[in-house]
């Protein structure tokens, strides 16, 4: 069954390759807003595959090399106050042989081309400040924020590349990073509702280099005792708060985070040598997700509807209400337009 929901991530830009994030109302004298709405309109041409290393270089197409890489094309976009919103097509070359008609009297050929889902997007960005707010709608487990991410980095570096060449000038190009937006509350919500299934600690095996390699041992335990699932719900709101909190804060590592959960395991195993240690947690399609402090915001996909996705006016209505509700915990300062 195909379900339907979106995800949200927080977007800092960066000049080039330094390492501080620009304001994203002085970008060389732009908003960011405007920039992305630009660069978005470059891609109303279809995409495919991963960009080029260099600006200068050609994008391929030809047949024999697009066979099972992404496609990606822009289908409408709108910018309204302080958000940018589009609708983007994205699918894979030759992932479906034949496009069959509902009475079975005419089958398609598109073994070369690309079977596509229409994907929503967002952006939302403050007046003045250093992070906006990114929701990219989610298909079942696909959702295409990466090669987007990827894409608009590529044609902001070759726009700059063609304006220096041109202009004989210095223009920057600017680079996109985007962080899952942590939701500690609801997080420890479906745990506590019983979507944590088990934990995992993990010793790996360490090689003459000394690389850690195989596993040398693994425990599972199920999380069955309510008394267990609340002490579990309450270290990950810990976790989540500390990826909240972002660069500045001490994060647990993994291996930090195992011995916490092997205290909460039996005390017995609380002083073993552990690596890594996660609890699996059932998303919204059942299928389990690895819950640690470097793994914490894969899980926040906000299910939205089955079979077929909701209109664009629910869809804004449901981002912007989630957004809102965490972007203060986040410490954002967006107004979001009324619905």
């Known amino acids: 069954m195909t379900s339907f929901g979106y995800r949200l991530f927080t977007v800092s830009v960066y000049r080039e390759k330094k390492h501080s994030p620009v304001n994203l109302k002085d970008c060389e004298g732009e908003h960011y807003k405007d920039i992305v709405a630009r660069l978005l309109n470059t891609l109303s041409d279809p995409v495919v595959g991963d960009p080029p290393a260099n600006p200068d270089e050609s994008h391929t197409t030809e047949s024999d090399d697009i066979r099972g890489k992404s496609a990606l094309r822009l289908a409408d976009i709108e910018v309204i106050d302080n958000t940018v919103q589009a609708k983007i097509w994205v699918g894979r070359i030759g992932s479906h042989e034949k496009a069959m008609s509902h009475d079975g009297s005419t089958d398609f050929d598109i073994s070369d081309k690309a079977a596509i889902n229409g994907f929503r ?166 299928q389990g997700k690895r819950i640690n402090p470097s793994m914490l915001t894969d899980v926040f996909t906000y299910k939205l509807s089955e079979d077929r996705p909701v209109d664009t006016p629910e869809f804004y209505a449901e981002v912007r209400q989630t957004a809102m509700r965490l972007q203060l915990a986040a410490r954002l300062d967006i107004e979001w337009p009324q619905p």
């Open 121 to 286: 997007v967002i952006f939302a960005f403050p007046e003045d400040g250093i992070q906006g707010i990114l929701a990219v709608e989610s298909i079942s487990r696909s959702c295409p924020v990466s090669p987007l991410i990827k894409w608009l980095q590529h044609k902001s570096s070759e726009e700059s590349y063609r304006k220096n060449k041109e202009t004989n000038s210095v223009t920057p190009w600017w680079r996109p990073k985007i962080k899952g937006l942590a939701d500690e509350l609801r997080l420890a919500e479906m745990i506590e509702a019983g979507q944590a299934q088990s934990l995992v600690l993990v010793k790996k095996s360490v090689t003459p280099a000394r690389i850690p390699n195989e596993r040398e041992f693994e425990i599972r335990a199920p999380l069955v005792n309510g008394g267990k699932v609340k002490q579990v719900a309450s270290l990950v709101r810990a976790w989540a708060s500390q990826v909240r909190e972002g660069d500045g804060a001490q994060v647990t590592s993994n291996s930090e985070a195992a011995r916490q959960l092997a205290t909460i395991i039996s005390p017995e195993i609380k002083d073993l040598d552990l690596d890594d240690g996660w609890v699996v947690l059932a998303d919204p399609d059942d």
